[in-house]
Nanobody
Framework: QVRLVESGGGSVQSGGSLRLSCEHS????????VAWFRQAPGKEREAVAA???????KYAGPVQGRFIISQDSRRTTVFLLMNALKPEDTAMYYC????????????????????WGQGTQVTVSS
């Protein structure tokens, strides 16, 4: 069982920044992938960004150039630095992981991941 613990959510004004953290136990020698998804009230869950064990990254269009996904040197914590936040970034943000060696082209598909965290709320006010 993979453990995922998100933190770092909060409230911020438009244009501000937040950094989310996802402490996980998904690391394996054969590879892993961790992603951030978000879901706003009344909307479907959408991918935000993903990173694999080799630090390859992939971003969804709405956050490209504003958000940066990274991981620590031990590869047990994934960070999401969110800059230039907009009210439409308001959502519950979830960390997800897979211990399977998946290609990066599948990184933003929710079906890739079989472990999910409880989420952390991000609220951006105008």
């Amino acid at each position: 069982q993979v453990r995922l613990v998100e933190s770092g959510g909060g409230s911020v004004q438009s244009g501000g920044s937040l950094r989310l953290s996802c402490e996980h136990s998904a690391y394996t020698d054969s590879g892993f992938m961790v992603a951030w998804f978000r879901q706003a009230p009344g909307k479907e869950r959408e991918a935000v960004a993903a990173i694999d064990n080799l630090a390859g990254t992939k971003y969804a269009g709405p956050v490209q150039g504003r958000f940066i996904i990274s991981q620590d040197s031990r590869r047990t914590t994934v960070f999401l630095l969110m800059n230039a936040l907009k009210p439409e970034d308001t959502a519950m943000y979830y960390c997800a992981a897979t211990t399977m060696n998946r290609a990066m082209r599948f990184a933003l598909e929710s079906s890739t991941y079989n472990y999910w965290g409880q989420g952390t709320q991000v609220t951006v006010s105008s």
